[in-house]
């Protein structure tokens, strides 16, 4: 609260039209200096296509801005589904622990008001969301260079191999209150596909057997549910917590990743796995958007390429951080000393790694389940118009990723993961049942 | 900070004598009530025999209290290692759940006084401390039935199993502040037995080899890692955190845990092996303290009968609470429909309890090699006057945690450890090395 009363309604939350910015930006000297010009000049467009918030974008005579304003409710659902505003602080915060960790490749802040529930951040252009790009059949050579410094980075310093255990209790603490957020990656991704609910959808009548059986399939209960509880209570490290191709801009030469409002101390795996996630359905999607065959297979190489190099270079940073880095009160140096202990702590990075490696399949495996039978999809399917041509293409990464949640030992390595994608690009499922 | 500044010194802390404790308890109605007659009758004395606070007992002419202060340092080594006072607010705040989720196995908190780190209590007459017990050879019937109803009531209502994630989030940022009492854990426990650390002892000279052995353990050093990892960062349930005999008091019809100042969100296995691992040192010093042969058989049999039966009827009412109370966000019933998917369930139940025991051994081992090669020692060991023949006590306990800590999987069943203890109750080491 306010010691001295604002003006009627500056001390509260109201959600922002183009006219109402305006007026409140221009009162921001280093923002109106940024932007140049006459406020009155400024053009103000409201963009955002995602699930929660409104995304404005400010373009003035010297310069642009976006600004993110988190909604009380979910966008996607309406009034009728109430979030909590507090997840624009633990953006912000979030971003300002990336940029700290991995420089260069978070998008600025330049302000940021939690009354508002709103982040003023450096306008990223030419930039566009890449999952666009990738149903457009684009490649980006910088990506996974990118990508991998930004996971290895962020995931090991917030670790308990870089950082004392007292500094990590803190941050578990700091986005704890970020609660409602997880609760609907909880619910939406790791619960609803599973069973009945209101608010699942896919493409009908082609997966209505698909769909199904997934709500009958034990196996994969027990196995969502193990990783349920993974995400619920490994604090490894600060995740994103929603790492899709939705929340990566590039361009050929730059890679930013946005909107860590998901963020909290959870498990690597997940972030990974997102990642790769929609690598594999950009994959399995392109065949749908094919106008003749074979027409996007260099696209489709670079894209399986880039999911075997997501998952080998930041498994190679990710150990060379820890070998260079290894200050955390986990795996004390001084237990491993001399030439020997050196070479057991090496060989137990790489067991570290092996049982990461395990848990990304399998994040990865629900995060592409959610986007076909439950309530958020993504347009790498939805784009496919032929809605029989877009079942097959999510049938395909149906079957893929219930071998991979079920089956995680059959993947010992990203190769066999891939190999496994690329023998179903071609699968005609029969969806008889 | 008080608005109102109170008389000199009183809005602070300071270090209370009997004196002073006095006047502080006389100007409490309810205590004064308590304790009955005029407060200068009252009799203090000061009795803490742990290594970390202030415990004095008040006995007054209708009743007495115990009241227990913390210090600004670890009492066991002095000024030089300071120890912040929030403890004592960690503390009353896990008293409180404790009592709440299994009542009547707490002492009842009276009053309590963040500004001087004291909590008043409900004093247990003529409960003892169960290692005085043990040490004498004592049998608790009811011990087995009280702990293992405080395990599994405190451990499951505190975890994802029974909580919606929101709640387990906000109590595991509730304790995150008790981390400088972690940090003695970790180092006490999982790192300084393992390297050279100045506040290690043992008994020496006889010791010295195994010491030696221990710190050059590679496989014992990977184990220990594991286990302080799995420590910092696994926050499954609100744990006692020094679960030790110690810490329970015990009449032959009642027993009472104390002094949960450790507690934060940990892994369960680390309270279920604390009790195991006090417990399997108390069979295995038992024949330090016997006086002719086969004299303490029957305790010995009692202890061992007892290790078993903490493990099983732990598991047995952790399920059953599972089976009923299985409201939290972990493993959704919604998942488990019908026959079939309940039988799924109850099969991941138990595999959940296989991997709790792993847990639990490894945390058990843990806690023996610490009260043997590390700091703080205890009185089943340290009570074996002649060096030697404690030494053999010692090198047994080593060599059973030893196996359970590395060879885990050789531990599938709690049988399998009583088994190997009573090997070893008569195996003579060899103290050349």
């Known amino acids: 609260m306010s010691p001295q009363p604002l003006p009627s309604g500056q001390d509260e939350y109201r959600i922002l039209r183009e006219a109402d910015l305006r007026d409140y930006l221009a009162q921001l000297p ?40 988190a909604l009380p409710y979910v966008r996607l659902v309406g009034e009728s589904w109430p979030l909590p505003l507090s997840r624009s602080h633990f953006e912000r915060l979030a971003l300002t622990h990336q940029a700290r960790l991995a420089p260069g490749l978070v998008p600025a802040v330049l302000h940021h008001d939690e009354t508002l529930a709103l982040i003023a951040m450096q306008f990223l252009e030419p930039h566009i969301i890449m999952r666009k790009g990738l149903v457009a059949g684009t490649t980006y050579p910088r990506f996974v260079d990118d990508i991998t410094t930004f996971l290895a ?56 057997a698909t769909a199904a059986r997934f709500r009958e399939d ?55 796995g997102a990642v790769i996630a929609n690598l594999l359905m950009a994959y399995l999607a392109s065949a749908g958007h094919e106008r003749s065959p074979g027409e996007r297979q260099a696209f489709e190489e670079w894209v399986l390429g880039t999911v075997e190099s997501v998952w080998t270079e930041f498994a190679c940073k990710f150990v060379e951080l820890w070998r260079t880095e290894g200050k ?78 079920v089956d995680a030992a059959k993947f010992p390595t990203i190769g066999s993961i891939t190999k496994t994608a690329q023998a179903l690009r071609d699968w005609q499922p029969d969806f008889a049942g």
Request: net charge negative.
């Open 30 to 69: 280093a923002i109106a200096r940024q932007l140049g010009g006459a406020p009155t000049t400024w053009s103000i467009g409201e963009v955002g296509d995602g699930n929660l918030n409104l995304v404005f974008i400010v373009r003035g005579r010297d310069g642009s801005i976006a600004v993110k304003q």
């Open 153 to 208: 980075r962020t995931l090991f310093f917030s670790s308990d191999l870089a950082v004392p255990a007292a500094e990590k209790k803190e941050g578990i603490a700091a986005f704890a209150g970020n609660h409602a957020l997880c609760k609907i990656t909880e619910d939406l991704i790791f619960t609803d596909p599973y069973r009945v609910a209101e608010q699942n959808r896919w493409t009908s009548s082609w997966l209505d």
């Open 218 to 272: 034990l196996d994969l209960h027990v196995a969502v549910s193990r990783l349920k509880l993974k995400f619920m209570a490994s604090p490894e490290a600060l995740i994103h917590g929603d790492l899709h191709t939705g929340s990566i801009m590039v361009t050929e030469r730059e890679t930013r990743v946005i909107d860590p409002e998901f963020a909290f101390y959870g498990p690597m795996g997940f972030d990974i």
């Open 328 to 405: 955390g009160d986990a795996y004390p140096v001084t237990l491993f000393a001399g030439a020997e202990g050196a070479a057991r702590l090496e060989a137990e990075r790489q067991a570290y790694m092996a049982q990461l490696f395990q848990d990304t399949v399998g994040f990865a495996a629900a995060k592409i389940i959610r986007r076909i039978l439950g309530l958020a999809h993504n347009i790498d399917f939805e784009l496919i118009e032929d809605p029989k041509r877009r079942a097959v293409c999510e049938a395909r990464s149906l079957r893929l990723a219930r071998g991979m949640m």
